[in-house]
């Protein structure tokens, strides 16, 4: 059983940074692609970034270009999000999500399609 366990989560100063670690464990198979997803308060659970697992495609929500990096370890297993220049807006729960068949260029929209899902790890951005 495939097992997304998320890291790094924490409270952080607006224009501050955090990198989110994923480790996947168990039975990894080869996914189109895997994303970050998060929960604001009070609001529906979005795409945030997302990545192919193939060829490295990225993809971001608006909001985030030129603040967040996403990346992958292939060796390790291990996705990745570099968070920079932290917004208040920022703030909420944020999810590792895995895919066999949604591509990059749909991971996006598919906050309920994702086949794995991690528990989630909350940032928080305040001063």
């Known amino acids: 059983q495939l097992q997304l366990v998320e890291s790094g989560g924490g409270l952080v100063q607006p224009g501050g940074s955090l990198r989110l670690s994923c480790n996947a464990s168990?039975?990894?198979?080869?996914?189109?692609?895997m994303g970050w997803f998060r929960r604001a308060p009070g609001k529906e659970r979005e795409g945030v970034a997302c990545?192919?697992?193939?060829?490295?495609?990225?993809d971001y929500v608006d909001s985030v270009k030129g603040r967040f990096t996403i990346s992958r370890d292939n060796v390790k297993n291990i996705l990745y999000l570099q968070m920079n220049n932290l917004r208040s807006e920022d703030t909420g729960i944020y999810y590792c999500?895995?895919?066999?068949?949604?591509?990059?260029?749909?991971?996006?929209?598919?906050?309920?399609?994702?086949?794995?899902w991690g528990k989630g790890t909350l940032v928080t951005v305040s001063s």
């Open positions: 999500a895995a895919d066999q068949w949604i591509t990059v260029w749909s991971c996006l929209n598919s906050r309920n399609g994702m086949d794995y």
């Open positions: 990545i192919g697992t193939l060829a490295g495609a990225t």
């Open positions: 168990g039975f990894t198979l080869d996914f189109q692609s």
